[in-house]
């Protein structure tokens, strides 16, 4: 099957609210470079396990649950799948769902690439959360994140102005 029709991932959750806003169908990708201490998620890190999902197969889940109100991309490290993810990412937006992105990467690093799949991905989602967990900035009171070193970077927003505008400013 072409590269860009299937995902490596380590898992779904088919019905998420704590992973952004509403309720939210999240993949969480396989393989990551970050190797965060605490990591919760370290089943994810090596590159060649997970399983192989069809990215049709996973639009025909989201599509058939209308209570949706968007996409999750968490891992893992999202980024090193860019090019199929960027195409689910648009297909997620076209119909009418919000799309949310984990990553531990800085928004600086993402754009300092100048990456062209990485770019789509970034064009077809609407917050990033940004940066590695740190366990000693570790917060159960921070919304939507793990550590209070991570941003949720409103990203349509940030590309307009060439700066980083955060989500709920
Ligand atoms: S970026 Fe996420 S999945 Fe990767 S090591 Fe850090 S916390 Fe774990």
């Known amino acids: 099957m072409p590269e860009e029709e299937t995902l490596r ?3 779904v959750v088919k019905e998420s609210i704590v992973d952004g806003p509403g309720l939210r169908y999240v993949i969480f990708t396989q393989g990551c470079p970050h190797r965060c201490e605490g990591c919760h ?3 994810s890190w090596p590159t060649e396990g997970g399983q192989f999902r069809a990215v049709d197969a996973l639009l025909a889940e989201i599509r058939h649950d209308s209570l949706l109100t968007g996409v999750t ?15 689910l990412a648009q297909r997620v937006k076209a119909l009418g769902l919000t799309v949310w992105l984990y ?6 690093e993402l754009l ?6 990485r770019l789509a991905l970034l064009e077809h989602t609407d917050v990033l959360v940004d940066g590695r967990f740190d366990q000693t900035r570790k917060s159960y009171a921070a919304r939507f994140r793990g550590s209070l070193n991570q ?7 940030s590309l307009a102005q060439g700066r980083v505008v955060l989500w709920g400013d």
Do not use: C, K, M
Not at 73 to 87: D, I, K, N, T, V
Not at 151 to 157: A, D, F, K, N, S
């Open 103 to 108: 990553t531990g990467y800085r928004w600086e």
């Open 151 to 157: 941003r949720l970077i409103h990203v349509p927003q």
């Open 73 to 87: 991309l968490s891992g893992g490290e999202p980024f090193l799948q860019a090019r199929p993810l960027a195409a």
């Open 9 to 11: 991932v380590a898992g």
């Open 112 to 117: 300092a690439e100048n990456d062209p799949h």
């Open 41 to 43: 998620n370290a089943h």
